[in-house]
């Protein structure tokens, strides 16, 4: 469930792409450790105005969480 290619995402875009990825996690407990870490993450950066930052660190999210829905398929 990656977004498009190419396409750039907003911040609150990006936030709801990864509390859906989260779903795709197999437990509640692993669930709840990354929407957690997501909620940081976007509240600590959310005074970043910098766009090129902004669209480096969008890029760096949705690479990661990839990362980590590929990590827990392979555990099953």
Known sequence: MLPLVGAELTPVQLYRHLLRC???????A???HYRHAIRQGYTSHSDEDDKERIQVMIQRAVADAAWILDKYSKKK
């Open 22 to 28: 989260c779903r795709q996690l197999p437990t509640t």
């Open 30 to 32: 692993i669930q709840q």
